[in-house]
């Protein structure tokens, strides 16, 4: 008999992306603004790696995810018809503004065409170069590795206020 042409399934692994891209700016010294910036569908199929697990290595390492969504993601409509692809399980397409929101990134772009996607490159490089960082030095609490969480307030109308929803502590030396 002929020989069955079987096409590859498709690969999703964002998480798996975004753990690589991760594990290589953690290198970098912790002065250094580090920025992940993700242009995909957003779907997130079959990875290795727990979006958990991930997002706890973006936290305790400080990196921020900023996201473009195109292709279908981009589609008005599309989260409608996602429900379905997760009723197949064809994988899920959420996880980009979880990581965008949860690391401060801010807002994530669907774009769907070249153009649209050059000027979103623009505005989200624009944005990383003239956001300031807030810092400060919580009470170490030795032992304590517990997610903490950030609430910021500012007496300013008209300023976009992106922060992260909070973060790991680094272990205290001993």
Partial sequence: PPPVYTPAKEAHVLNDAILRA??????????RRKVILVVS?????????????????LETRG?????VV??????????????????F??????????????????????ELSRN???DAYADITSEARN?????????????????????IKVDKKGL????KAGYYPVPTGR
Avoid: C, M, W
């Fill in 89 to 110: 399980r064809q994988g899920y397409s959420d996880i980009l503004p979880k990581y965008t929101n949860a690391t401060g990134g801010g807002d994530v772009f669907s």
């Fill in 22 to 31: 991760a594990l290589d700016l953690s290198k970098r010294d912790r002065a």
């Fill in 160 to 163: 976009n206020i992106f922060t």
């Fill in 41 to 57: 569908d957003g779907r997130e199929q079959g990875s290795q790696a727990s979006y958990k697990d991930v997002l706890r290595l």
């Fill in 131 to 151: 956001q300031y960082t807030l810092g400060y030095s919580p009470q170490a609490i030795k032992g304590s590795t517990a997610y903490r969480t950030i609430e």
């Fill in 63 to 67: 990196i921020q995810v900023k996201a």
């Fill in 70 to 87: 195109t292709d279908a993601g981009a589609l008005p409509g599309y989260k409608q018809v996602e429900k379905l692809h997760h009723l």
């Fill in 116 to 118: 649209a996607i050059e």
